[in-house]
């Protein structure tokens, strides 16, 4: 299954690590700002901090159920 980009629907990598096509991007962000952050989300993804499965788990943590 493929992503679609949040501005023009075109597909985009399910690896991606950003939900916009590189097009929008630089037409949103500049050139410059879009690879930094590409960058910034590559690096976060694979420190682990870019996890869906980490969600689930911090739903479930007693810090959370505080707020509710």
Known sequence: MTKKCIYCSADVEDTCVIDFCEKCGVGVFGR???????????????????????????????????FK
């Open 32 to 66: 410059k700002m879009f690879d930094a952050i590409v960058q910034n989300m590559e690096r976060a993804r694979a420190n682990g901090d870019l996890t869906h499965s980490q969600s689930d788990s911090f739903q479930n943590s007693t810090n959370l159920k505080d």
